[in-house]
């Protein structure tokens, strides 16, 4: 990868994720026939916590006051893996793709840990859902990469969403059309999207996320806002990699439709948001199951 590369990858890592929040919310201002918030508000939101001071308990440790920092890393270092403005990566290794799935289970873990040591019991209840779906979207996506690492012969981010991804989609259409549905469902659900989980609400019965998160504020609540838009920014780019797998060669036309892709991406959350109610959580479980059916539907079509 030239420094140019290294440069424009660097650069979308960083201020790239929370424009598609931005994008999200607009969407669905739009369809709502409002105007709504500008496209740019979650990056003044960020800027605004960051100018003030955290407020911690006296009932919590250093676990709670890690939580942010550990999570943002653990997403900062996945980055480091996916294929972004060129087919190669930052940093690359055979069975990559097991790390970067264990780097998101290590971020869930820490931000559960954070939950659980405030000993509020409205945390911990936002905990135990946050655990218990959890269970049942990693398999899916476990299995959705098992597909494609399947269909390319790799087990390298950088080789699976590369160049070999574009001649697979004619040997193995349909399983990479059933990978890419499911994970369009480990997508919603692992990062709080309708219809399993609702970002802007505040009732008490069916908050799972934002629970956890009630009691950060200032500098580590934005930690944690830019931690969740860069997971999105991640699962986006490698669903629109995986739906998109052309390669130019051409380093700033890649950038360009890989940017395209994600933009688009964020048009269809907001359509399905604005379209969809939330599922009750009794519904959940099966909606992240049939997304792992999808997947292993998938994986047996390509098992040979």
């Known amino acids: 990868m030239s420094a140019i590369q290294l440069l424009w990858s660097l650069g979308l890592v960083i ?3 929370p424009l598609l929040l931005g994008v999200i919310h607009k969407t669905k201002a739009i369809l709502t026939g409002r105007i709504g918030a500008p496209v740019l ?7 605004k ?5 955290a407020v911690y308990s006296r009932t919590t440790s250093w676990v709670f006051r890690a939580g942010p920092l550990v999570s943002l890393a653990a997403f900062l270092t996945a980055a480091l893996f996916v294929p972004l403005a060129a087919p190669s990566t930052l940093l690359s290794f055979w069975g990559d793709v ?8 290590v971020a869930r873990f820490i931000t559960v840990l954070a939950a659980l040591d405030t000993g509020s019991s409205f945390e911990g209840m936002g905990a135990s859902r946050e ?3 959890a269970s049942l979207a990693e398999p899916a996506l476990l299995v959705a990469l098992a597909v494609i690492a399947k269909v390319t012969g790799s087990v390298q981010l950088s080789e699976m969403f590369g160049p070999v991804l574009g001649s697979a989609w004619r040997t193995a259409g ?3 059309a059933l990978a890419a549905a499911s994970l369009f469902l480990v997508l919603l659900a692992e990062n709080a999207r309708m219809p399993v989980d609702d970002p802007t609400t505040h009732l008490e019965l069916t908050m799972i996320h934002e629970v956890m998160v009630l009691d950060h504020g200032g500098p580590d609540f934005a930690f ?5 838009a860069l997971k999105l920014f991640l699962f986006g780019v490698l669903l629109v990699r995986l739906l998109m797998p052309v390669h130019i060669g051409v380093p700033w036309m890649d950038l360009s439709m890989l940017i395209t892709g994600l933009l688009g991406l964020a048009v269809v959350i907001g359509v399905v948001e604005s379209s969809m109610a939330r599922l009750r959580l009794i519904r959940v479980p099966q909606l992240l199951v049939t997304s792992g059916v999808l997947a292993a539907v998938g994986l047996l079509l390509v098992w040979r």
């Open 15 to 17: 201020g790239g994720p």
């Open 41 to 47: 508000q979650p990056y003044y939101d960020l800027w």
């Open 49 to 53: 916590l960051l100018q003030k001071g």
């Open 98 to 105: 097991v790390l970067w799935a264990y780097l998101v289970g």
């Open 131 to 133: 655990v218990t779906f």
């Open 174 to 176: 349909p399983a990479l």
């Open 224 to 228: 944690i806002l830019y931690g969740s």
